[in-house]
């Protein structure tokens, strides 16, 4: 069954057969409403493809955004009463949710790539094309700046300065700005994005100014979130990556790889936007837990 027809169902289900008040119900459809996004990020149309895989990844997408773990575990429990309906009625062959436990994600620890995988998902598209040419910049970028996949897809040229070799993102939401180091690697790219891949792409549309975006495609307008969530997946596939990739995880590994290498916990915090630094602290957890992994593999006494 489509998603969203099954939210439709349920919120019509908690306001008629439970006689929920529509305060709470409002409440339920906006929690829902964003599940529903990240399911179509994920490129997930129906209830009965969504695993716990799923849920996990959504849940902890919400914490690193800097959601409290108590909001975090509301939301879950929406999402839980959602899928118990659906098995009640049938439309489901199994909970997903029956596997997924809310005190975990106070201290959920992320998955990473290794370096080794970074570099392979970076050598995934095919330079010869615009389009792939695009998408290598792009991943260039977010390894190097550790973006949130919405603040990459809406940078503008005029958040880029190629000579201070830094970026300008707007924190709308808190209405500030923060400035992120772009890397000699992402400079190089987007120079010769710039100059000449990005208005090719624009040529049928008025050329190199008929945007103010960055990152465009052949119609003239920026590529959208969904369009990178699908990019970023397809190009974890080619580079042969047994995890699942998406812009988060790319995120997630660049924070860590700087711990990893003696980085300060607040530069990470302000590159990252966090506006709690107990959000990033979780990736002190990460690159411990690399380094003894590493340690245990490598040394001979280990």
Same mark, same amino acid.
């Given at each position: 069954m489509n998603i969203e027809r099954a939210i439709d169902e349920y919120l019509q289900h908690l306001e008629d057969d439970r006689n929920l008040s529509s305060n709470t119900v409002s409440a339920y459809s906006t929690d829902l409403g964003q599940f529903v996004q990240h399911c179509q990020d994920e490129e997930i149309g129906v209830v009965e493809a969504i695993t716990s895989s799923d849920i996990d990844e959504f849940m902890g997408a919400l914490l690193?955004?800097?959601?409290?773990?108590?909001?975090?575990?509301?939301?879950?429990?929406?999402?839980?009463?959602?899928?118990?309906?659906?098995?009640?009625?049938?439309?489901?062959?199994?909970?997903?949710?029956?596997?997924?436990?809310?005190?975990?994600?106070? !201290?959920? #620890? @992320?998955?990473?790539?290794?370096?080794? $995988?970074?570099?392979?998902?970076?050598?995934?598209?095919?330079?010869?094309? %615009?389009?792939?040419?695009?998408?290598?910049?792009?991943?260039?970028?977010?390894?190097a700046t550790g973006l949130r996949v919405t603040e990459l897809v809406e940078l503008k040229l005029s958040d880029i300065d190629i000579n201070g070799g830094y970026i300008t993102v707007s924190d709308e939401e808190n209405d500030?700005? !923060?400035? #992120? @180091?772009?890397?000699?690697?992402?400079? $190089?790219?987007?120079?010769?994005?710039?100059?000449?891949?990005?208005s090719a %792409?624009?040529?049928?549309?008025?050329?190199?100014?008929?945007?103010?975006?960055?990152?465009?495609?052949?119609?003239?307008?920026?590529?959208?979130?969904?369009?990178?969530?699908?990019n970023i997946k397809r190009y974890g596939e080619i580079a042969d990556i047994d995890k699942s990739i998406s812009p988060h995880k790319v995120r997630h590994s660049f924070a860590t790889h700087l711990l990893e290498r003696g980085a300060d916990l607040r530069i990470v915090q302000n590159l990252l936007g966090h506006s709690d630094i107990t959000t990033t602290e979780i990736y002190t957890h990460v690159a411990q837990a690399r380094l003894k992994s590493m340690y245990e593999e490598h040394h001979p006494r280990a």
């Open positions: 690193e955004r800097g959601l409290k773990s108590r909001t975090a575990s509301r939301k879950l429990s929406t999402v839980r009463g959602f899928f118990e309906y659906l098995d009640q009625e049938d439309w489901i062959e199994s909970d997903p949710t029956e596997s997924v436990e809310a005190p975990r994600y106070g !201290r959920r #620890v @992320p998955s990473v790539l290794s370096l080794d $995988e970074v570099e392979s998902l970076l050598d995934a598209p095919d330079h010869s094309t %615009l389009e792939g040419h695009r998408d290598w910049v792009m991943l260039e970028v977010l390894y500030e700005q !923060r400035i #992120v @180091p772009l890397g000699d690697a992402a400079i $190089e790219a987007v120079q010769e994005y710039i100059e000449n891949t990005r %792409l624009l040529e049928k549309h008025g050329g190199a100014g008929a945007s103010p975006y960055l990152f465009v495609t052949r119609r003239g307008g920026p590529i959208t979130r969904q369009g990178f969530w699908k």
